[in-house]
């Protein structure tokens, strides 16, 4: 009997694990054990066909007891402290029998294989856990404080409430506060998802980690600098984490109730039979072979088999699945919430639309290109981008927060917020353009507005065509972003999606997920470190794009390797694929188990016949998970 696993359930029992997270697999004990487990195992058998049988068999030991040693200890540590059954405890049982009767070289087998299927998977959540603190790199280490006239560098982490920050242009913030003095636009992106600045001045509430793109801004802290908004998005992930951990997988499911069940069974067997019968010899050794016979070789090799198969397929095609245990809940996704900026949008704000009092929407262009060139402000950018050509206007002056002045010839030029400048004749259009998601500027030559230009973050071309082949397969979509209502609802009304919740912070998010998880299995979609908290608590987390923010990535369970959405339809399908194949092996992995048990107890199948018919039906949970292999249409 033979036996793999891909879960993370029962860690390898080293007192040095937790430092082993960040060293490269050759160099970890955790991986090198089973490895040398294997080893051994396999000069064991090199032994045995050489005819050097007693050589054989001190190595089929070496090799039981180093593979036995990674998960031994927590099985019986989870038992008797916690009182968990858990697949390892029944693999354990499993080859104690086996042992006892005299089979160590299957004992061996089965704990390398267990074993070193344990480590990989143990290996993959240590990477998933260490990028997590990549979210902290968004908080500066030292800040400007204001004492009385004067400023003073202090570090980050020692900022308390109501301390005054001096945050000048291009730094970011370090702690969650209010503005005080100043105006500006801030590049909340990492925080909040909004693809286009946000205009500040004195009153708003600003963000750790914004980064203040134009104006000098003083700021008033309203958190400490080790409890802010970002320290509250690394405990939520945290938190999400440990609480996905302790999902047991489906294998570890069946064996809870399996383990007690098969324990008592051998009790019962070995004792009515040794009294009734008055032979404990022949009752006990039947005893054994029901624990033989139970053991879940076949139910043990039919999830990691399938899912590694499927796994890999799904890599081919730009899918990256973490864990076995992702992949089990990734076939049984009901629901699937999705980030909007850079998931759904492109994330490159563009000039949409231009309406004029009289001149040419070209000139508008060109005058606002001719300003809007000496600006960092990425609303300048997608002008300047509409017009490479355009001329250079001189004396240009930019105020935070309002918009740029400048004269280009003999006319004055300003170009802004239509909070600043007025829009004249335009208002009704600008409101027209704000309530399609648009963010509006307002181009003045003279002391008359001549124009107004709009800017959106367009939806990839991909997004309509995808929302409705989700819901064509009963699939459930909700847009969840950080932007304001006015943009969520236009652009989610061009893709198709219902439901649409907007104007959300990390926490926000990471809520909603939860929510919507109680009542069917979820999907979050995102690229963002703002979407790394709902990642994390999603049943299963996608991060979108393999240049997308470290944190998203790595809270996630699944990783897209590009943006285009067409994967995910196509993804789905392939889990859910591979997710049935995984029911058909277990369905005859407990059939197999079922019938065994009382042929064994009976006497008519021997432990030589068990052995065999284990064999012959990991065989064919092998075969039929390999079909997982193949890859799945959309």
């Not at 409101?431 to 181009?443: A, K, R, W």
Request: glycine share 10%; with cysteine; charged share 20%.
């Amino acid at each position: 009997m033979s036996a793999v696993t891909g879960s993370q359930v029962e860690h390898v029992d080293l007192d040095d694990h937790d430092d082993d997270d960040d060293r490269p697999w050759y160099r970890s004990p955790s991986v090198l054990i089973p490895i040398a487990s294997g080893v051994a195992f396999a000069a064991g058998l090199v032994c045995e066909w050489t005819g050097a049988e007693t050589a054989g068999l001190v190595l089929f030991w070496i090799g039981l007891l180093l593979g036995a040693y990674t998960f031994v200890p927590g099985a019986l540590r989870k038992l008797f402290t916690k009182g968990k059954f858990g697949i390892g405890l029944l693999m354990t049982i499993s080859a104690t029998g086996a042992v006892i009767l005299g089979y160590v070289e299957e004992a061996a087998a089965l704990a390398f294989l267990y074993s070193i299927a344990e480590a990989l998977e143990d290996k993959a959540m240590d990477r998933a856990r260490a990028g997590l603190r990549a979210l902290l790199k968004l908080v500066p280490e030292t800040a400007l404080v204001k004492r009385g006239d004067a400023t003073a560098e202090v570090e980050a982490k020692e900022l308390r409430v109501g301390d005054v920050l001096v945050v000048r242009p291009g730094e970011r913030i370090a702690t969650d506060g209010t503005v005080r003095a100043g105006r500006s636009s801030l590049d909340t992106s990492a925080i909040t998802g909004e693809s286009i600045p946000v205009e500040v001045e004195p009153g708003t509430d600003v963000s750790a980690g914004s980064i203040n793109t134009t104006g000098v801004l003083e700021v008033e802290a309203t958190a400490a600098g080790t409890d802010n908004s970002l320290t509250t998005i690394v405990e939520l992930v945290e938190q999400a984490q440990a609480e996905k951990g302790d999902r047991a997988r489906l294998a570890d499911r069946i064996a809870r109730p399996l383990v007690p069940g098969v324990m008592i069974l051998a009790v019962l067997v070995g004792v009515l039979g040794s009294l009734l019968s008055g032979d404990p010899e022949l009752w006990i050794t039947r005893a054994l072979v029901v624990l033989v016979a139970a053991s879940p070789c076949a139910l043990a090799i039919a999830v990691p088999v399938t899912v590694v198969s499927a796994i890999g397929a799904a890599s081919k095609f730009g899918v990256v699945v973490k864990s076995g245990a992702a992949f089990e809940r990734f076939g049984g996704i009901r629901h699937v919430a999705v980030d909007k900026t850079g998931t759904l949008t492109r994330n490159e704000p563009t000039v949409t639309r231009v309406v004029t009092t009289g001149a040419t929407e070209n000139e508008v262009l060109a005058w606002a290109a001719s300003l809007e060139g000496h600006s960092t402000h990425p609303l300048a950018a997608a002008i300047t981008k509409a017009v490479p050509d355009a001329p250079t206007a001189h004396d240009v002056t930019e105020t935070a927060g309002r918009g740029i002045t400048g004269t280009l010839g003999s006319a004055r030029l300003a170009v802004g917020s239509p909070r600043w400048l007025d829009a004249g004749t335009l208002a009704d259009q600008v409101q027209v353009m704000e309530s399609e998601g648009m963010t509006v500027v307002i181009v003045h030559r003279g002391d008359r507005p001549a124009g107004a230009i709009g800017v959106r973050d367009e939806l990839r071309p991909e997004v309509p065509e995808v929302i409705a082949t989700l819901n064509r397969r009963g699939i459930g979509v909700t847009m969840l972003t950080g932007d304001n209502a006015r943009t969520a609802a236009a652009l989610a009304g061009q893709a198709g999606i219902m439901d649409v919740r907007a104007e959300l912070r990390p926490e926000d998010k990471a809520t909603a997920v939860a929510e919507l998880s109680k009542s069917q299995p979820t999907a979050m979609i995102g690229d963002g470190i703002n979407d790394a908290p709902a990642l994390a608590a999603a049943d299963v987390g996608i991060a979108m794009g393999a240049k997308g923010a470290d944190a998203a990535i790595e809270s996630a369970d699944v990783a897209f390797t590009g943006h285009d959405l067409r994967l995910i339809p196509q993804a789905l399908a392939h889990a859910r694929r591979g997710r049935n194949i995984i029911n058909q092996n277990v369905v005859l992995s407990i059939a197999i188990i079922v019938v065994l048990l009382p042929l064994a107890i009976t006497g008519v199948l021997g432990l030589a016949a068990v052995v065999l018919v284990h064999e012959v039906a990991e065989v064919v949970v092998i075969l039929n998970g390999l079909r997982a292999a193949r890859r799945t249409k959309a």
